[in-house]
Every structure is written in C-alpha cells, then in structure tokens.
C-alpha cells in the first residue's frame, strides 16, 4: 500500500516539476499576440470564396481558410493575402489559431461548417452564409451590407457587367454570334465536362453569353461536372473548347496525350484553332473576384 | 526419365483430343470477347466500321480513329494484363503451395503502389519505362518482406502465413502510400490510378507492354513442368532432380515481373490472379505447363469482358475495371477460403 | 510455481505503473502541443479553473476533447487487437487486418456519397454509420466463417477477414472517385486514421464502450488464456469454447468500431500494441491486457499530437503516424522474435 502512495506522489512531484520547468521558456511568446483590433473590423473567413469576395471589395481578413487540395491560398489571391493567418483546410478549420486571431467577426459557409456555429459564437459574432442560394452578385451584395460598402458591392457588378459586354463582343469578331462551347477538364484519368451549374457553367453560358454545346444541358444539373469517355468527344460538336488542366504533371501529360490522339486533332474546334487552355485558378473559383479575373482572362484571350 | 509421372501422362495423352478441344474453345471465346469489346463502347460503331479500322485502317474518318486509337489499344491492353496477372498468379500458387496466392492479396501490388506514389511525388515527370522500372522494384521489395515476415513466424511459411503477412504488409504500404499522397498533394490522383482502368493503355505503351509480358509468359510455360513437379511437394520434385529452390525463385522473379509490370500500366486489379488459375486447375488438371497458357488466356477473357461491362454499364460513364474484378473475386476467395480452411 | 507467478505479477505490476506514469506524461506534452501556445503552469492553472478565456476555450473544447477521445480509442483498440489475436491464435491479426476498419471506411464512404444534404447532422451521423458498417462486417464475417461442426475456426476467420476487407476497399475505393476534392480529401484523411471526433458529444459517445468493455475483457483474462492456448485445452479447462469465442469476440468488435468510429481508420495499433505488450510481460492475459490497452493510449496520444503539430499547417493524420513509426518497428520485433 505505501509502495502505490510513493508512486502517486511520486507522479505528482514529476508533474509539478515539469510544469514549472518549462515556464520561463514559453510564457513571452502567448503575450505578444493579442494586439487588439483597429477599428476595422477584424474578419476571419472559413469559406476560400467569401474571403475573396472581401477582398473584391478591398477588404482583406485577418484570417482565411486556404484550399485543401493546395494547402495553400488558392494561387491568384495569394498575393493579396499576405498578411492574413492561415486558418487550416476549410473542411478542418485550426480553431486553436482562429480564437488566437481574437477576430471581431466570423464568416462562416454553410456547407462546411454550418452545423456548428456555437463554437464559432463563442470566438466572436459569426454571419453563416449560404453559398449555394443565389448568385455571387447576391453574396457580393450581402456581403457588402454587412461591411457597410454596398456603393463598393454594387460598383463592383456593374463594372463586370460592362466588362461582359466588352468581352462578348471580341468573342462575337472572333467566333461569331451564337457559338457553341463546352468546357472540360482534363485530370490525370478522366476527363470531366462541366454542366451549367457553377463554377464553369454561370459564366459561360449567362455572363458571356455563348450556347451550351450539344450534350451539355444533359448533364445531371445538380453535378459541377460529369466524368465521360473520349470516345464521345466529337457528339458534342462545339465551336470552341475551355480546357482546364490540373497542375500536377500526370494531368499536363494526360492532356499532351490527349492532344496527341487523331480524335481530339478532328474535333471541329480544334481544327478552327478554338481550345482554350485556361488555368483552374480563377476559373473554379465562384467568388466575385474569381469571376472577374476569369472575365480578365477570357478577355486577354479573345483580344489576341 | 519422370517414372512418375509417365502413368499420368499416358492418361493424360489419351485425353489430349478433349484437351485441344477445350484450348480451340478458349481460343474462340478469346476472339470473340476481344471482337465484342471493340464493337460495344460508349459510342456505338457499325460492324463494317470496326472491320476496316483493324484491316483497313482510314485515319481520316472519326469513326475509325475511335476504334484504333481508343478501343484497340486498350482491348489489347486489357487482355496482356490479365494474362499477366493470371499467369503471375498461377506461377504464385504453384512454387508456394499456396492456393491462396495472388498479386493484390499477397501485397505485391502495394508495393508497386508505394512505388509509384513516391515517384509522383518526387519525379513527376519520368518516363513510363522508368515509372514501369520502379513499380517493379516495389513489387520486388514488398514480396521480399512478405517472405521475410512469413518465414519469421515460429513454424515456417505456410500458405495461411504468407496471405496474412501479406495482407499485413499490404496495410503498411497502403498507408505508407496515403501518407505520402495526402503530403504531396496526389491524393485523388492516386487514388484513380490505384483503382486501375485500362482505359489510358495507348499504343505507345503496348510498345513496352506487349514484349515483356510476352516474354515472361512464354519464359513461365517452359518453367511449367517444374513447376507441376514443386507443386506436387518438395519430396517428389528433389528426388527426380529439379532444383526446388532455383524454380522457385525463377517462378517468383517472373510472377514479380508480371505483377509489377501490369500494375504500372494499369492499376491495382487484384483477384483475376487468384480465381482464374483455379479455373484453369478444374479444366486441365494440376500441370502447370498446360494451366499456364490456359491461366493467360482465361485471364485476358475475364479483364476484356470485365473491362467491356466498365464501359458500357452506365455510359458514357465507366466504372472502375477494379470493382467489376472484385465483384467477380471476393466470393471465389471466400469459397476457397472455406476449402482450405476445412483442410486445416 | 507460486513463487514464479508472483515475480510475474511484481513484473507485470511495475510495468503496468511505468506505463501509466507514460501515458500521463503523454497527456500532458499533448495538452501543451497546438497552434496557440499555452505554457505548462498556464494549462494547470485552466485546469483547475483559474484561466482566461482563450485559454480555457482552447483547453476545454478544443484539446482536452480530442485528447480524450486518443486515449479511450487507443485503449479500445489495443485491447481489441489482443483479444483478437487471442482468439484467432494468430500474432498478425488485428482489427484492421480482419476487415473491421474497411467495413468503418466503408460506412463513411457510402454517407458522404449518398446522404450529402444530412451534413448538418454529420457530428452524430458519421459515427453512427462507421460504427455500423464496422458492425456489419464483422457480423458478414462471422456468417461466412461460421462452421455448423467446428463454429469458427481461427484461421477461416483471418481468411474470411482479408477477403471481405479486400471486396469492401474496392468498393470504398469505387465510391470515393465520385467524390468532389474536397469531400475526397477529407474522406481520405478519415480512412488512415485522422482524429475526426473533437466535441464532448464523441467523448460521451465513446466512454461507456470502453468503460465498460474493456474491464470486462480484463475481468475474462483466463477465458481468454484458455482460447489462445486452443480449443482442446479451452474445452479441458471447462470453458463452453464456441459461445466465449463468439462472446470475446463480439467484445473486440465492439472496442474497435466504437474506437474508430470517432477516431477514424487507425491501424496497426492493434497489431503492435499487445505485441510489445506480451514481451514486457509475458503472455497471461491478466498481465499483458492492461498493458497492452496503455501502449495503445500513448502511441495514438503521440501519434495525434505529432500528426498536428509538426506537419502544419496540414496536419497528418494520426493513422499514418502510427503507420509510418509502429509498422517498421512491428517487422522488426517479427523478425527478432523466432
């Protein structure tokens, strides 16, 4: 019986020791982060979308979520988050970094972390938003109401409203009216075809106005994209192809096959000289300022 | 000479007429298997099409170039792995009395896939030839582990022992693999390439394919009589004077060969290794230099039609070739299961 | 005889103590370990009610949850994995090596694919479906390996496990490419072992599982001796062998799947654990269960901790740690061991 008490003793006088020990070391380190917050509001956004509607409308977050996949801000953003903490996986938040951010107010996307706003309550006042309702325009816009810059929100639209009508009339000189497009994705084993539905189909088809090519409006609507075999390539018979190809190298090597193969060299726009090879970022990035960058890049393609 | 054996032989001679019969038979359904995968497909072809695209080929015309480039390459593809894999598979069961043995449960493709997963990560843009080099190296290293673990446990390799370190072994690498995957970023990518589809054989890689498997298939039919010997019992084969052990590290080094081969064209496609050579035993009898060819050509059969269901189940969509295998598969390995496990 | 089995018990006494003391010092590194940096007496001072905000918000919802949740699924697992090797006779069987985790996988993967629009309850439903799924294999396994003479012969059972592991990952597998790359990325992370469950709700959850199965195993430890000694010796010593085998071994299933149904796919825990176990102390299980349920905490306890802490910001999940440092050290011990 006193055996086992030395050891309870023995455990606790190790514990205490150890904690004291280590003391010094870390305590100068937890003071210097809690700066308290200017009278901009310190905005932490779980959602890579919303975060890139904030900063179309000049605001930058302290904090944001980046792209699992990347594990990184997504690439044509990066730049403008320098300063913004980096608020792990969106599917994963970093709680312990986001309460360390001490932010004034929490944006959260409804998908992923939605079901559990009490936790983020706790931090700070938290808006949910549902991205899957409504337009970017109407994200934009509410976004703009609760940071007090409609004027900017609206200006932004209309901007890209009239940037639209530039880029479909280059594309009317260059492919005439009416044409039929269709846009796909090459990945490593699939190639994949984008329905109408976000993140390819908005722009496309309503904002830049060209027709879905034979076979698209047949893709099941509530799909991003559906995975097809080569073979059906030609049925789709478009005017003009966007090609999004994956970073990696198996993907870059998958489409140089691709390209390759008498099939895609007898595709009608291929022949007419219509693929358009586009980077994944901005172009899957359903967020006011991905879209308006896709719109910077389809116009520097067009007016070529 | 093979005193022994000649008694079966004879029996053996007499029945040679049932046997051509049942090869001719193969033969044919092989034919005609590989004609129905390059007619059926996600677009439909006429028959006058399909004929002049393989005799008279006109690359000008859609139509053909569908057949030659998409629909050839990879029925060929199809058939030349699954004659790998079977073959692979045989040649496992006979030199390891294993009746158990094949390339995805014994973890020989896990390693061919840790393989390849570090070389995405760290040479992303090597050469098929290359990455086809390394798959094999995995498929050389994870096999050697299993042996190694197998042989460990007090009481020697049996075939019960070498399934589960294998099975162990494969657990490792498949995490091992993840690891590396979810660090660098490959994670999906992989994850397509494990699942496996021929849908991505072209003919440049039939170019590197088609001599090698060829060669170790050819290379296993005339190590076949040994191998019957081996898998009769190591008594039998050393007193009429086989070299057990150089016959079965031959066997292995070819079923590695073939393995890891198939595996860095196509994927991990486990099972077709272990239900056809039991097939082909219930056909032709326990000599291996007939289960062999027979194991080839029933596994091409069996990759080519499961290969055809993938693509044309739900088109244009197509399942992966991996799934319609293991459908196939995991019965027969529990009906098996429950066969040496009575024996035990 | 009686004075050997004393040594024994003083042996397996001491390690036993050892263990605890390293589990606890384990606990406390882990509790130490994030993104925000709380110093030791800070932690002591939060645990006994005297911290700020932050840190107690860190400290109580974020850390202690999860903590809690490795240790109790790290027990369940390692106790689990002894019990199966007891049972199947076989020093390389484990829960996963049984099929238990593809069977868990493949729960998750059939909810993320086919009950998408029910993720604002997914906290309680993805444990819910992992667990049954890991249920139902093991329930596919017992039917298949079931012999109307023989009940379950260990080995069938192995076998039986492999195959329907085998045919569920392909399935898992199937599924998992339809997913989009974000879905994909998390339902990955949670098929090697990513510590999913992070709330008191998954504390609660998981608790009374191994509160109460894991004594329970202890307290069969002579049953347990007699069936991995062989079903003539089991019969000798009075033991209805075919019922407790069914019995332990729903006990085992029970561990593991309620372990990870919170925990996600860890492996190897199973197989190492009552491994390393068995040679401090020796092969009773009276001695090495414990132990071995110890071992289990502190390897997934270390394995998390690092996981989320060295590889940021994308942290790797604790199956893989466990993986990549226990599996090594596992075809070493195999191989040392003749």
């Given at each position: 019986m006193?055996k086992?008490?030395?050891?309870?003793?023995?455990?606790?006088?190790?514990l205490?020791?150890?904690?004291?020990?280590?003391?010094?070391?870390?305590?100068?380190k937890?003071?210097?982060?809690?700066?308290?917050?200017?009278?901009?509001?310190?905005?932490?956004?779980?959602?890579?979308?919303?975060?890139?509607?904030?900063?179309?409308?000049?605001?930058t977050?302290?904090g944001?979520?980046?792209?699992?996949?990347?594990?990184?801000f997504?690439?044509?953003v990066?730049?403008?988050?320098?300063?913004?903490?980096?608020?792990?996986?969106?599917?994963?938040?970093?709680?312990?970094?986001?309460?360390e951010?001490?932010?004034?107010?929490?944006?959260?996307?409804?998908e992923?972390?939605?079901?559990?706003?009490?936790?983020?309550?706790?931090?700070?006042p938290?808006?949910?938003?549902?991205?899957?309702?409504?337009?970017w325009?109407?994200?934009?816009?509410?976004?703009g109401?609760?940071?007090d810059?409609?004027?900017?929100?609206e200006?932004?639209?209309s901007?890209?409203e009239?940037?639209?009508?530039?880029?479909k009339?280059?594309?009317?000189n260059k492919?005439?009216?009416?044409?039929?497009v269709?846009?796909?994705?090459?990945?490593?084993?699939?190639?994949?075809v984008?329905?109408?539905?976000?993140?390819?189909?908005?722009?496309?088809?309503q904002?830049?106005?060209?027709?879905?090519a034979?076979?698209?409006?047949?893709?099941?609507?509530?799909?991003?994209?559906e995975?097809?075999?080569?073979?059906?390539l030609?049925?789709?018979?478009?005017?003009a192809?966007?090609?999004?190809v994956?970073?990696?190298?198996?993907?870059?090597?998958?489409?140089?096959?691709?390209?390759?193969?008498?099939i895609?060299?007898?595709?009608?726009?291929?022949?007419?000289k219509?693929?358009?090879?586009?980077p994944?970022?901005?172009?899957?990035?359903y967020?006011?300022?991905?879209?308006?960058?896709?719109?910077?890049?389809?116009?520097?393609?067009f007016?070529? | 000479?093979?005193?022994?054996?000649?008694?079966?032989?004879?029996?053996?001679?007499?029945?040679v007429?049932?046997?051509?019969?049942?090869?001719i038979?193969?033969i044919?359904?092989?034919?005609?298997?590989?004609?129905?995968?390059?007619?059926f497909?996600?677009?439909?072809v006429t028959?006058?099409?399909?004929?002049s695209a393989?005799?008279?080929?006109?690359?000008?015309?859609?139509?053909?170039?569908?057949?030659?480039?998409?629909r050839?390459?990879?029925?060929?593809?199809?058939?030349?792995?699954?004659?790998?894999?079977?073959?692979?598979g045989?040649?496992?069961?006979?030199?390891t009395h294993?009746?158990?043995?094949?390339?995805?449960i014994?973890?020989?493709?896990?390693?061919?896939?840790?393989?390849?997963?570090?070389?995405f990560?760290?040479f992303?843009?090597?050469?098929?030839?290359?990455?086809?080099?390394?798959?094999?190296?995995?498929?050389?290293?994870?096999t050697?582990?299993?042996?190694?673990?197998g042989?460990?446990?007090?009481?020697?390799?049996?075939p019960i022992?070498?399934?589960?370190?294998?099975?162990v072994?494969?657990?490792?690498?498949?995490?091992?693999?993840?690891?590396?995957?979810i660090?660098?970023?490959?994670?999906?990518?992989?994850?397509?390439?494990?699942a496996g589809?021929?849908?991505?054989?072209?003919?440049?890689?039939?170019?590197v394919?088609?001599?090698?498997?060829?060669?170790?298939?050819?290379?296993?039919?005339?190590?076949?009589?040994?191998?019957?010997?081996?898998?009769?019992?190591?008594?039998?084969?050393?007193?009429?004077?086989?070299?057990?052990n150089?016959?079965?590290?031959l066997?292995?080094?070819?079923?590695?060969?073939?393995?890891?081969?198939?595996?860095?064209?196509v994927?991990?496609?486990?099972?077709v290794?272990?239900?056809?050579?039991?097939?082909?035993?219930?056909?032709?009898?326990?000599?291996?230099?007939?289960?062999?060819?027979?194991?080839?050509l029933?596994?091409?059969?069996?990759?080519?039609?499961?290969?055809?269901?993938?693509?044309?189940?739900?088109?244009?969509?197509?399942?992966a070739?991996?799934i319609?295998?293991a459908?196939?598969?995991?019965?027969?390995?529990?009906?098996i299961?429950?066969?040496?496990?009575?024996?035990? | 005889m009686?004075y050997?089995?004393n040594?024994?018990n003083?042996?397996?006494?001491?390690?036993?103590?050892?263990?605890?003391l390293m589990?606890?010092?384990?606990?406390?590194?882990s509790?130490n370990?994030?993104?925000?940096r709380?110093?030791?007496?800070?932690?002591i001072?939060?645990?006994?009610?005297?911290g700020?905000?932050?840190?107690?918000?860190?400290l109580?919802?974020?850390r202690?949850?999860?903590?809690?949740?490795?240790?109790?699924?790290?027990?369940g697992?390692?106790i689990?994995?002894?019990?199966?090797?007891?049972?199947?006779?076989?020093?390389l069987?484990?829960?996963g090596i049984?099929?238990?985790?593809?069977?868990?996988?493949?729960?998750?993967?059939?909810?993320?694919?086919y009950?998408?629009?029910?993720d604002?309850k997914?906290?309680?439903?993805?444990?819910?479906?992992t667990?049954s799924?890991?249920?139902?294999?093991?329930?596919?396994?017992?039917l298949?390996?079931?012999d109307r003479y023989?009940?379950?012969?260990?080995?069938r059972?192995?076998?039986?496990?492999?195959?329907?592991?085998?045919?569920?990952?392909?399935?898992?597998?199937?599924?998992?490419l339809?997913?989009?790359?974000?879905?994909?990325s998390?339902?990955?992370?949670?098929?090697v072992?990513?510590?999913?469950g992070r709330?008191?709700?998954?504390?609660?959850?998981?608790?009374?599982?191994?509160?109460i199965?894991?004594?329970?195993?202890?307290?069969?430890?002579?049953?347990?001796?007699?069936?991995s000694l062989?079903?003539?010796?089991?019969?000798?010593?009075?033991?209805?062998?075919q019922?407790?085998?069914?019995?332990?071994?729903?006990?085992a299933?029970?561990?593991?799947?309620?372990?990870v149904?919170?925990?996600?796919?860890?492996?190897f825990?199973?197989?190492?654990?009552p491994?390393?176990a068995?040679?401090?102390?020796?092969?009773?299980?009276?001695?090495?269960?414990?132990?071995?349920?110890?071992?289990g905490?502190?390897?997934?306890v270390?394995?998390?901790?690092?996981?989320?802490s060295?590889f940021?910001?994308?942290?790797?999940?604790?199956?893989i740690?466990?993986?990549?440092?226990?599996?090594?050290?596992?075809?070493?011990?195999?191989t040392?061991?003749?």
């Amino acid at each position: 019986m006193n055996k086992k008490l030395t050891i309870l003793y023995g455990i606790m006088l190790i514990l205490i020791l150890s904690a004291c020990g280590q003391t010094s070391s870390n305590d100068g380190k937890s003071a210097q982060k809690n700066k308290p917050g200017s009278e901009e509001p310190r905005i932490a956004s779980l959602s890579i979308h919303l975060t890139n509607d904030l900063l179309a409308l000049g605001i930058t977050p302290v904090g944001s979520v980046i792209g699992g996949e990347l594990k990184d801000f997504l690439p044509h953003v990066k730049d403008q988050l320098k300063d913004t903490e980096k608020l792990g996986p969106v599917k994963d938040p970093d709680m312990e970094a986001l309460i360390e951010l001490s932010p004034s107010v929490i944006y959260l996307d409804k998908e992923f972390s939605g079901q559990d706003v009490s936790k983020y309550e706790k931090i700070a006042p938290t808006h949910v938003f549902n991205l899957d309702e409504g337009t970017w325009r109407d994200h934009l816009k509410s976004v703009g109401k609760l940071v007090d810059r409609q004027r900017q929100a609206e200006k932004f639209i209309s901007d890209y409203e009239k940037q639209t009508k530039e880029v479909k009339d280059l594309i009317e000189n260059k492919l005439g009216e009416g044409s039929k497009v269709m846009a796909m994705r090459v990945t490593a084993k699939e190639l994949r075809v984008f329905s109408t539905k976000r993140p390819m189909g908005p722009i496309l088809f309503q904002d830049l106005g060209f027709k879905p090519a034979n076979g698209v409006e047949d893709i099941d609507k509530n799909l991003p994209y559906e995975v097809i075999s080569q073979e059906v390539l030609p049925d789709f018979d478009a005017d003009a192809i966007f090609v999004i190809v994956n970073g990696d190298d198996e993907s870059q090597t998958a489409f140089k096959q691709l390209e390759d193969t008498p099939i895609w060299k007898g595709l009608k726009a291929v022949k007419g000289k219509h693929v358009y090879v586009v980077p994944d970022q901005p172009w899957l990035d359903y967020s006011a300022l991905g879209n308006k960058m896709a719109l910077d890049n389809a116009k520097e393609i067009f007016s070529k | 000479m093979l005193h022994t054996l000649s008694l079966k032989e004879f029996k053996n001679r007499s029945n040679v007429f049932l046997l051509m019969c049942l090869f001719i038979l193969v033969i044919l359904g092989l034919v005609v298997s590989m004609f129905l995968a390059v007619t059926f497909g996600a677009k439909e072809v006429t028959f006058n099409t399909v004929w002049s695209a393989v005799f008279n080929y006109n690359p000008t015309l859609t139509q053909q170039q569908i057949i030659h480039e998409l629909r050839l390459p990879r029925v060929i593809g199809a058939a030349l792995v699954g004659a790998a894999f079977a073959v692979a598979g045989a040649l496992m069961q006979g030199v390891t009395h294993n009746p158990l043995a094949d390339a995805g449960i014994l973890g020989i493709n896990a390693g061919s896939m840790f393989v390849v997963a570090l070389s995405f990560a760290f040479f992303p843009n090597i050469p098929y030839s290359l990455l086809m080099l390394f798959s094999f190296i995995g498929a050389v290293l994870s096999t050697l582990c299993i042996f190694v673990i197998g042989s460990s446990v007090p009481g020697g390799l049996t075939p019960i022992r070498l399934t589960i370190s294998g099975a162990v072994i494969a657990a490792l690498l498949h995490s091992l693999s993840s690891g590396v995957a979810i660090y660098y970023d490959l994670s999906q990518d992989l994850a397509f390439w494990y699942a496996g589809g021929v849908a991505g054989i072209k003919w440049n890689h039939l170019k590197v394919l088609v001599p090698i498997i060829l060669i170790a298939i050819f290379w296993a039919i005339s190590l076949g009589r040994s191998v019957s010997l081996i898998s009769m019992g190591n008594d039998i084969s050393t007193n009429l004077g086989v070299n057990t052990n150089r016959i079965r590290i031959l066997g292995m080094i070819i079923a590695v060969i073939l393995a890891g081969v198939s595996v860095s064209a196509v994927g991990s496609i486990g099972f077709v290794g272990l239900v056809i050579p039991h097939i082909s035993r219930k056909l032709v009898g326990g000599y291996y230099q007939l289960i062999i060819p027979m194991s080839a050509l029933l596994g091409s059969i069996l990759l080519i039609l499961a290969d055809l269901g993938a693509r044309t189940l739900n088109p244009p969509r197509e399942l992966a070739i991996g799934i319609m295998v293991a459908l196939v598969g995991v019965p027969f390995f529990l009906y098996i299961a429950r066969k040496v496990g009575r024996n035990l | 005889m009686k004075y050997l089995m004393n040594a024994d018990n003083k042996r397996a006494y001491t390690v036993t103590m050892v263990f605890i003391l390293m589990s606890i010092v384990a606990v406390l590194i882990s509790l130490n370990t994030g993104t925000l940096r709380i110093s030791p007496l800070k932690v002591i001072q939060t645990l006994f009610g005297y911290g700020d905000f932050k840190s107690s918000t860190v400290l109580f919802d974020y850390r202690m949850p999860r903590i809690l949740i490795t240790m109790l699924a790290g027990v369940g697992l390692g106790i689990s994995g002894a019990i199966l090797q007891g049972l199947s006779r076989n020093p390389l069987a484990d829960p996963g090596i049984l099929g238990l985790h593809a069977g868990a996988s493949f729960g998750l993967i059939i909810f993320v694919t086919y009950f998408h629009s029910l993720d604002e309850k997914a906290s309680i439903l993805i444990p819910l479906f992992t667990f049954s799924g890991g249920v139902l294999t093991a329930f596919l396994i017992v039917l298949l390996a079931f012999d109307r003479y023989k009940g379950i012969p260990p080995i069938r059972l192995i076998l039986v496990g492999i195959a329907i592991s085998a045919g569920f990952s392909a399935i898992t597998l199937f599924l998992s490419l339809r997913l989009d790359e974000e879905t994909y990325s998390f339902a990955s992370r949670w098929l090697v072992g990513n510590v999913w469950g992070r709330d008191w709700i998954h504390v609660i959850a998981l608790f009374p599982w191994i509160l109460i199965l894991a004594p329970y195993a202890w307290f069969q430890s002579n049953t347990l001796n007699a069936l991995s000694l062989g079903d003539d010796v089991a019969a000798g010593l009075g033991a209805s062998v075919q019922k407790q085998r069914l019995l332990m071994l729903v006990t085992a299933v029970g561990l593991s799947c309620a372990s990870v149904a919170m925990a996600g796919g860890i492996g190897f825990i199973g197989l190492v654990a009552p491994h390393l176990a068995r040679r401090l102390v020796g092969p009773m299980y009276q001695h090495f269960l414990p132990v071995a349920g110890l071992i289990g905490l502190i390897i997934l306890v270390l394995a998390d901790t690092i996981g989320r802490s060295i590889f940021q910001p994308n942290a790797i999940p604790a199956g893989i740690v466990v993986a990549a440092i226990g599996a090594p050290y596992f075809l070493y011990l195999l191989t040392k061991t003749k």
